[in-house]
């Protein structure tokens, strides 16, 4: 079996919460290969509630690293806001999704697809507060879903459905065998 590539884009007050759900859980399901990709830099990154995470490389390193199997957008208002910004993650996106590579983002992260026109068309959901910008110019179908999957755009709702994001991502790069298999100890 191939192991998949993942590559995790985050920085400065992004919820540390998600991340630590997601990035705890996928190598535990054989994905050995995570990136973490700060956005700017691999400097340290203090997240919104003061977690420190050490990116493994800047995007812009861990784009010539790729392809990846999936990237992943955290949540967080303002890294939401800067990663919407970013030419480098427009690039990365546009990238992944010419190539019908998973991306996956979670709480206001997918405000950044909206922003790089990821996805048009497709079933989204997001954190209920970013679901206004997330409609803007309805170029989505919106779900109340915990975690949407339409296509190679997988997106969730918040800190609260973070596992259940994490194990999508697994089911759909993995199967569903190795889902349940990381799932079983989470007593979920």
Request: proline fraction near 6%; include cysteine; charge should be negative.
């Amino acid at each position: 079996m191939d192991v998949p590539c993942v590559c995790y884009v985050f920085f400065y007050d992004d919820d540390d919460r998600t991340m630590v759900c997601v990035s705890s859980h996928l190598p535990t399901a054989i994905l050995t290969l995570v990136t973490v990709a700060g956005l700017t830099c691999k400097e340290p990154i203090t997240c919104s509630r003061d977690v420190v995470i050490c990116p493994d490389s800047s995007l812009q390193d861990a784009a010539k690293q790729g392809p990846y199997d999936v990237i992943v957008l955290p949540g967080g208002n303002l890294g939401a806001q800067n990663l919407s910004e970013s030419p480098a993650v427009k690039e990365v996106l546009k990238d992944q999704d010419c190539r019908n590579g998973l991306i996956a983002a979670i709480c206001a992260g997918p405000t950044a697809l909206l922003a790089h026109e990821i996805g048009y068309g497709k079933k989204v959901t997001s954190h209920p507060l970013a679901k206004d910008k997330v409609m803007n110019g309805d170029h989505y179908i919106y779900s109340e879903a915990r975690v949407e999957i339409d296509g190679n755009v997988l997106t969730s709702r918040g800190p609260g459905t973070s596992f259940e994001f994490g194990l999508a991502i697994i089911e759909k790069l993995l199967g569903k065998e190795m889902a349940d298999k990381v799932k079983a100890p989470l007593v979920l």
